[in-house]
């Protein structure tokens, strides 16, 4: 086994890929990128440029070919993700897939067993399994705190995402559902312990994006549980001020309540306005909640870091790819309750025709029935 710090390679050069390069320098002893590959010319090197970068490449194919980089993290559009994991384990090298893990479930299963075939690991990036807040909140419910959990509500809500692919149901999968609450229902499958998801309740609708979008910008998502526990997921493409994610917890003898963003934010009232306050935030005059230590807060330097642990084998990886398989089969399920207006009972299984999540909403019986005309 190879010993030193783990050499990784980025695809992508944009938001993620930026913060998958930030993240590794803020833990940099176990992990170092020495290679980025992204199409649009010069993007790619200007990421490179800012984060010290060796190796630059436009094509992700050429980097693969790269004989010392031993973990490729995936911060391409969601349809990119299956292909590009098939390449990377081809190549012989561990796999960072971000959220959601695939656009169909035939695509995961096929990512699975590519990194099997290849005795490579498939990764999961879903940084709230690492969140130093919600961790706590883990800790606390295992150790008994709450008695037994029977609730659990994860939300995440924006304005909308920032670039034009996630806009496009055939580039991204679907909506706020498909976009966000990928994390709440990892979250509360995570929560409960893996506890099998039993069944899918979701309401959607687009409330104030429709002429940018055929997706839901707003879902409700209701989960049971195999162990008696109810997930209730919220996430908003709709909601405006910037990026607030919060959970609670509900159990027989207890409970908690975390707000990720405002709850560790300065309370600050500016008439000037100042650089940064919080993911999307769209200003930094009047009453204003600026976070610190942002990246450490969400757990992506952790996550990151963790993977690489699991690379030199000194820990199991926490988020995989079956993990990534679990929560797509609930968000395909999510999208049929919400185009046939009743719960799903998992296992569901979409029609094979459907490559697209969202289809199954758009194209559903009660949505033609309710969909504004
Ligand atoms: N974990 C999180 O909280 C989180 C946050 C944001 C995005 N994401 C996920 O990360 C992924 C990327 O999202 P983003 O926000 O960085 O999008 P983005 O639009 O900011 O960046 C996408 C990047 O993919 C690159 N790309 C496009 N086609 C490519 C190709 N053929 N080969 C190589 N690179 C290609 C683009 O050039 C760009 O650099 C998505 O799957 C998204 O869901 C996760």
Same mark, same amino acid.
């Given at each position: 086994?190879?010993?030193?710090?783990?050499? !990784?390679?980025?695809?992508?050069?944009?938001?993620?890929?930026?913060?998958?390069?930030?993240?590794?320098?803020?833990?940099?002893?176990?992990?170092?990128?020495?290679?980025?590959?992204?199409?649009?010319?010069?993007?790619?090197?200007? @990421?490179?440029?800012?984060?010290?970068?060796?190796?630059?490449?436009?094509?992700?194919? %050429?980097?693969?070919?790269?004989?010392?980089?031993?973990?490729?993290?995936?911060?391409?559009? &969601?349809?990119?993700?299956?292909?590009?994991?098939?390449?990377?384990?081809?190549?012989?090298?561990?796999?960072?897939? %971000?959220?959601?893990?695939? +656009?169909?479930?035939?695509?995961?299963?096929? +990512?699975?067993?590519?990194? *099997?075939?290849?005795?490579?690991?498939?990764?999961?990036?879903?940084?709230?399994?690492?969140?130093?807040? $919600?961790? *706590?909140? *883990?800790?606390?419910?295992?150790?008994?705190?709450?008695?037994?959990? /029977?609730?659990?509500?994860?939300?995440?809500?924006?304005?909308?995402?920032?670039?034009?692919?996630?806009?496009?149901? &055939? #580039?991204?999968?679907?909506?706020?559902?498909?976009?966000?609450?990928?994390?709440?229902?990892?979250?509360?499958?995570?929560? @409960?312990?893996?506890?099998?998801?039993?069944?899918?309740?979701?309401?959607?609708?687009?409330?104030?994006?429709?002429?940018?979008?055929?997706?839901?910008?707003?879902?409700?998502?209701?989960?049971?549980?195999?162990?008696?526990?109810?997930?209730?997921?919220?996430?908003?493409?709709?909601?405006?001020?910037?990026?607030?994610?919060?959970?609670?917890?509900?159990? %027989?003898?207890?409970?908690?309540?975390? &707000?990720?963003? +405002?709850?560790?934010? @300065?309370?600050? /009232?500016?008439?000037?306005?100042?650089?940064?306050?919080?993911?999307?935030?769209?200003?930094?005059?009047?009453?204003? $909640?600026?976070?610190?230590?942002?990246?450490?807060?969400?757990?992506?330097?952790?996550?990151?870091?963790?993977?690489?642990?699991?690379? #030199?084998?000194?820990?199991?990886?926490?988020?995989?790819?079956?993990?990534?398989? !679990?929560?797509? #089969?609930?968000?395909?399920?999510? /999208?049929?309750?919400?185009?046939?207006?009743?719960?799903?009972?998992?296992?569901?299984?979409?029609?094979? %025709?459907?490559?697209?999540?969202?289809?199954?909403?758009?194209?559903?019986?009660? #949505?033609?029935?309710?969909?504004?005309?």
């Amino acid at each position: 086994m190879t010993n030193g710090r783990v050499k !990784v390679g980025i695809i992508g050069s944009q938001f993620q890929a930026g913060i998958h390069a930030a993240s590794f320098q803020i833990v940099p002893h176990e992990a170092e990128v020495v290679a980025i590959a992204s199409p649009t010319p010069g993007n790619a090197a200007a @990421l490179a440029n800012r984060f010290r970068i060796p190796r630059v490449f436009t094509d992700y194919r %050429e980097m693969l070919r790269e004989r010392d980089i031993e973990m490729v993290t995936i911060a391409a559009p &969601n349809s990119l993700h299956a292909k590009m994991t098939r390449d990377i384990a081809a190549a012989g090298k561990h796999i960072v897939c %971000e959220k959601p893990l695939a +656009m169909t479930i035939a695509e995961g299963e096929a +990512m699975i067993a590519a990194a *099997k075939r290849n005795g490579v690991l498939l990764m999961y990036g879903e940084e709230l399994l690492f969140t130093p807040k $919600y961790l *706590k909140a *883990k800790e606390m419910a295992d150790a008994g705190a709450f008695g037994k959990v /029977y609730l659990i509500k994860q939300s995440e809500k924006h304005f909308g995402p920032h670039s034009a692919w996630f806009w496009d149901v &055939n #580039r991204s999968g679907g909506g706020a559902l498909m976009d966000l609450g990928c994390h709440g229902i990892a979250f509360c499958y995570w929560f @409960l312990g893996r506890s099998p998801i039993k069944s899918v309740y979701c309401q959607m609708s687009t409330h104030v994006h429709g002429e940018k979008t055929k997706a839901e910008d707003d879902s409700l998502c209701i989960l049971e549980f195999a162990n008696g526990a109810v997930g209730l997921v919220e996430n908003s493409w709709a909601r405006r001020g910037g990026m607030d994610d919060r959970i609670e917890v509900f159990g %027989e003898a207890g409970c908690s309540y975390a &707000n990720l963003h +405002m709850g560790n934010a @300065l309370s600050t /009232y500016s008439e000037n306005g100042y650089g940064y306050a919080v993911e999307k935030a769209p200003t930094t005059k009047g009453w204003t $909640y600026p976070v610190f230590e942002e990246l450490w807060n969400y757990g992506t330097p952790q996550e990151l870091t963790h993977f690489a642990h699991c690379v #030199r084998g000194k820990e199991t990886p926490q988020a995989t790819g079956e993990d990534g398989l !679990v929560v797509l #089969r609930a968000i395909y399920a999510g /999208y049929a309750s919400a185009g046939e207006g009743r719960k799903i009972a998992l296992p569901y299984e979409p029609p094979p %025709e459907v490559k697209n999540p969202i289809d199954l909403w758009l194209n559903g019986a009660a #949505r033609q029935q309710t969909a504004p005309h």
